[in-house]
T-cell receptor, first 113, second 115 residues
Framework: QQQVKQSPQSLIVQKGGISIINCAYENTAFDYFPWYQQFPGKGPALLIAIRPDVSEKKEGRFTISFNKSAKQFSLHIMDSQPGDSATYFC????????????FGTGTRLKVLA | DAGITQSPRHKVTETGTPVTLRCHQTENHRYMYWYRQDPGHGLRLIHYSYGVKDTDKGEVSDGYSVSRSKTEDFLLTLESATSSQTSVYFCAIKLGGTANTDTQYFGPGTRLTVL
């Protein structure tokens, strides 16, 4: 019940295309869903996050779509750029108690110029 | 970077030796976490702390211990390092107080190699 399943493992997209990464969770008590971006040799950095009271959140070229009934959420990167090439992690958390995160296994995105 | 530093940034050690990694924060936040990152596994929680001397185990705590004797420092110790503990270790904090958020902010990481 604690798993977060992320797919695909790797993704290659042409410059200007749309990158889509999907995550699914099991524990319905989770109420905070962040996405992290990580460049080689760096720590993960928060990209965008959503709570289950909304179905979509957009920040610039990055959008999270959230489907509470299906227990799924996805990251969409519009107009993908070579600078977006990085590893992306989804996570899920309960915003009470210890605030522990459960992370997905990551998606390595490569955007071709 | 939420004022998080990790030391050392790189370490090579031999099997059976003790190793201590340090996470330091400058802003007195209550919650701190240690993760390890391995290919195909994402980030997995080793131990976490919710205050001075208040710590608990995460999902991959075997072979690791932690200590938090003051708010700003969270130490991760490998009592007797094994090759399976070769990994990149990240510290994270959750901002509290007036900057309260549900987001965890990560340090730059420590790359540990156990030969």
């Amino acid at each position: 019940q604690q798993q977060v399943k992320q797919s695909p493992q790797s993704l290659i997209v042409q410059k200007g295309g749309i990158s889509i990464i999907n995550c699914a969770y099991e524990n319905t008590a989770f109420d905070y869903f962040p996405w992290y971006q990580q460049f080689p040799g760096k720590g993960p950095a928060l990209l965008i996050a959503i709570r289950p009271d909304v179905s979509e959140k957009k920040e610039g070229r990055f959008t999270i779509s959230f489907n509470k009934s299906a227990k799924q959420f996805s990251l969409h990167i519009m107009d993908s750029q070579p600078g977006d090439s990085a590893t992306y992690f989804c996570a899920a958390s309960k915003t009470s108690g210890t605030y522990k995160y459960i992370f997905g296994t990551g998606t390595r995105l490569k955007v071709l110029a | 970077d939420a004022g998080i530093t990790q030391s050392p940034r790189h370490k090579v050690t031999e099997t059976g030796t003790p190793v201590t990694l340090r996470c330091h924060q400058t802003e007195n936040h209550r919650y701190m976490y240690w993760y390890r990152q391995d290919p195909g596994h994402g980030l997995r929680l080793i131990h976490y702390s919710y205050g001075v001397k208040d710590t608990d185990k995460g999902e991959v705590s075997d072979g690791y211990s932690v200590s938090r004797s003051k708010t700003e420092d969270f130490l991760l110790t490998l009592e007797s390092a094994t090759s399976s503990q070769t990994s990149v270790y990240f510290c994270a904090i959750k901002l509290g107080g007036t900057a309260n958020t549900d987001t965890q902010y990560f340090g730059p990481g420590t790359r540990l190699t156990v030969l």
